[in-house]
């Protein structure tokens, strides 16, 4: 079998395929919906492409997962009078203004 034939049988059986991998995804979504599950699919396998079409939407998406791991910034002694006000932790993030 010549290199061509294999990419041709490659290319069919793929292109036979999806359809009905597409179809099983909608019968298993529309089965978990009924049963009240909340339906996650993976987009992991897109991003790929965002980086040869769109490379800014690959660098905000960098971004976005650096800020969801990152955690906020504890409050240290030495922050001053408003940190630490009865039992909640006060952090300013500039978002809003202080008194």
Do not use: C
Not at 25 to 36: E, I, M, N
Not at 77 to 85: A, L, Y
């Amino acid at each position: 079998m010549e290199f061509g034939e294999t990419v041709m049988w490659g290319f069919l059986a793929i292109l036979f395929a999806l359809p009905i991998y597409f179809a099983w995804v909608a019968v298993d979504t529309h089965r978990r919906r009924a049963r009240g599950e909340e339906v996650a699919r993976s987009s992991g396998g897109l991003a790929g492409f965002d980086i040869v079409y769109q490379p800014t939407a690959e660098e905000a998406r960098a971004v976005w997962e650096a800020e969801q791991i990152a955690p906020a910034p504890a409050p240290v002694p030495g922050d001053g009078p408003g940190v630490i006000e009865g039992n909640r932790i006060v952090i300013e993030t500039g978002l809003r203004k202080t008194a």
